[in-house]
Nanobody, 116 residues
């Protein structure tokens, strides 16, 4: 049963920007630290950023300065803004709780493809 739904991916030129969204139910979102992860082709999912229920943000060194994570607690929506996107950002992006994702929560993710 998919409980987190990611959206906003697509084809974007290098140097551009993209906004991803993740919606879920209140029982998952409320009070939880939420995170974004990505899976590069033939690689495992890696954490990118997380944000606590009180908006404390932790970013991976690899995305510091280009990625911004935010959340709307009233709407149960998690966001990821990507600026100055690079071809190596091509991946499937997922959301889940953080820092330890629940394997039962993985959804389909949203595919981001960056053209050079």
């Amino acid at each position: 049963q998919v409980q987190l739904v990611e959206s906003g991916g697509g084809l974007v030129p290098a140097g551009g920007s993209l906004n991803l969204s993740c919606t879920t139910s209140t029982n998952i979102f409320k009070g939880s630290t939420m995170g974004w992860y990505r899976q590069l082709p033939d690689r495992q999912r890696t954490p990118l950023a997380r944000i606590s229920a009180t908006a404390v943000v932790t970013l991976s060194d690899s995305v510091e300065g280009r990625f911004t994570i935010s959340r709307d607690n009233a709407k149960n929506v998690l966001y990821l803004n990507i600026n100055h996107i690079k071809p190596e950002d091509t991946a499937v992006y997922h959301c889940n709780i953080a820092p330890l994702p629940n394997p039962l929560y993985w959804g389909q993710g949203t595919l981001v493809t960056v053209s050079s």
